[in-house]
């Protein structure tokens, strides 16, 4: 008892205590819609959230709650609610938060789809956003008005790699009584934790590394329970009356977990973007090793920088624990441990190189994810931005030489082998 | 619901339902640096049977303004005060921790108003180890987590919880530092100083219960079971968890408080 398990513990263990019946060790799939009720009572307590427990599966199911508890222990959470996937996770927080007329500041160097949400859907439903510069803290205090309900952002920007000093916006969003919303997908509660910098509400992508292996689609909201919602006029949605029971304030129902309570009688109840019981098993199975991969995936993303660095091949190579990039300074103090194995590099060549690169290297995969155990690539000049000129590109912070690499698990001196074979390749096209 | 009591912006929680005064009145008594969010699944769960349910934030608690109460004595004319002022009749006094203290004073002071008497993870002693005490001084909340990592059973380490994705541990933490940094000092102190447990417990004449808790860390299981042996009669169960027992086992506990309640007239 009170052993405060550490984090190497709790990835392997939080969550999921052998039932006494069948002595099951791993989480067992509980691949159900519904579950039975003992009585019209139960139902009925269930139903008014007079308790928790599980009444079907698009609000609840066990084998997703022990993910679900499994990550908020992982982030120091209060609770967390696990779903389809990272965009159901950020969708379900903004509709939670936002309503017609309000407004979000958001930083401008984003995940593609984080950005189109924000820019081009949520306008259609009068909440609008403005996009800041992510390291410019002043920039984002000065973008807040008096209808804006929270500021959005990822800790480590993909793909460009920007860090947010995220103790120091945390700072400005207290003193005005908004709650940060960060993304953390791409350092995982190993690299940081964002509650412990002040920050109060985490979405993931369990996609990528929590997944960590490529199999499964997943997003989760971690809530940090340390934002005080009780401005009713601010958050009438949090602290107001709900109209679906009987006009209770979730904030005075639920306090800490008010926002999550919310998530899950209005936004899984009516949107329903929920996790199979299934996914929620691999999803946690990666979890498991969590620590160990996380601690290899830097391992290799440094020994990767310092090859591509040297090669004669490589324009450029950004990743924040290079002492070039920008924000290195902040990475160091908020991500001592690493930030992150995505490396954007730039091939001598353009855009016709990158495409000869990727199509001769071997066993790194050419394909649109991150955070697999395996090494993944992608040349957005030939594939995802094919139809931009290279000045369009550039305005949106990307180059056409530009590799994404999502550096994996494998023996790096065979990816290494496998870059030069790449590098053999473009050569061959420049001669 | 948010009244002015005493002068004070004071929070009380009623389970969702609003108060109803003609009803029996289940009131909630949360334990040291807690507030009615100790009872999220007790409060709504007994609103939805048709008990009229009072969670009071007490000062300086929770969403409560005010000064913290210095004693278990004033905490006890608080709510005395409170019930007046509400004009309820026919309270259940249900008390977790610190609040089974509270509860024993009660029953000295409330004549008829008394029905019954419920005691969770309760004792008629709650001594507090100076360590604590000082720390709750210097620096409240490492105090605070202390308190909510020894408060837990098992559950609490591996973020078991009957809630689905709620975490005992972060859930806990938040609930006691929406208090007043002065709140759980003055708890935890009149606790410490609180001796009259013993005649208290030998005074109660109206029926009793008592839950407990057999890992509990805070009020041990072996000092609860002394105080139901000072007690007339008192009906006794031992669920398997830690201090937290109103979170940790919320469905078992209702249960037996539900029992309990269907037999009193
Ligand atoms: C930073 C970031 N956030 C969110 C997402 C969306 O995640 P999902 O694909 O699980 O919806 C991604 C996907 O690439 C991402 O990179």
Known sequence: MSENYKFDTLSLHAGHIPDKETGSRAVPIYQTTSYVFNSTEEAASLYNMEVGGHLYTRISNPTVAALEQRLAALEGGASALACSSGMAAMHLVISAICSSGDHIVASSKMYGANINLLQHTMPRFGVNTDFVNPNDPEAIKKAIKPNTKLVFGEVIGNPGLDIMDVPEIAKICNSKNIPLVLDATFNTPYLMQPFKHGANIIVHSLTKWLGGHGIAIGGAVVNGGNFNWGDKDKFPTISGPHFALGGISFWEEFGPSALIAKIRAEGMYNFGPSLSPTNAFHLMQGIETLPLRMKKHIENTHSILDFLVKHEMVEWVKHPDLDTHPDHEVAKRILPKGSGSIVAFGIKGGREAGKAFIESVQLASHLANVGDAKTLLIHPGSTTHSHLSSEAMKEGGLTDDMIRLSVGLEDINDIKKDFERGFKAVKKLNK | ?265
């Open chain 2, 1 to 265: 619901m948010i009244i002015n009591f005493k002068g004070a912006k004071t929070y009380i929680g009623t389970g969702g339902k609003s108060l109803d005064n003609t009803k029996k009145t289940l009131c909630f008594l949360h334990g040291s640096g807690q507030n009615h969010l100790s009872f999220i699944q007790q409060a709504r769960f007994f609103a939805y049977k048709g008990y009229s349910v009072i969670a009071p934030d007490m000062p300086g608690h929770g969403f409560s303004d005010g000064n913290p109460c210095k004693s278990i004595k004033e905490n006890a004319d608080w709510i005395s005060d409170l019930l007046v002022k509400l004009k309820l009749k026919n309270v259940v006094v249900i008390g977790h921790s610190q609040g089974c203290l509270v509860a024993l004073e009660l029953n000295r002071i409330l004549k008829s108003t008394l029905e019954a008497l419920i005691f969770v993870a309760g004792s008629n002693e709650i001594p507090v180890n100076k360590f604590l005490l000082d720390l709750s001084k210097e620096n409240p909340q490492k105090a605070s987590q202390m308190m909510v990592t020894w408060g837990h059973g098992i559950d609490g380490d591996m973020s078991i919880n009957k809630w689905p994705g709620h975490s005992h541990y972060g859930e806990g933490n938040n609930i006691m530092s929406m208090n007043k940094s002065t709140a759980l000092r003055y708890d935890l102190h009149s606790c410490d100083d609180y001796s009259d447990g013993i005649d208290a417990a030998k005074n109660i004449k109206v029926p009793a219960l008592a839950v407990l808790a057999k890992n509990d860390q805070m009020t041990p299981l072996k000092s609860g079971l002394k105080f139901v042996e000072l007690i007339k009669n008192c009906e006794t169960h031992t669920l398997d968890c830690g201090h937290f027992l109103p979170s940790e086992r919320p469905m078992e506990l209702n249960s037996i408080i539900n029992s309990f309640l269907l037999k009193l007239k």
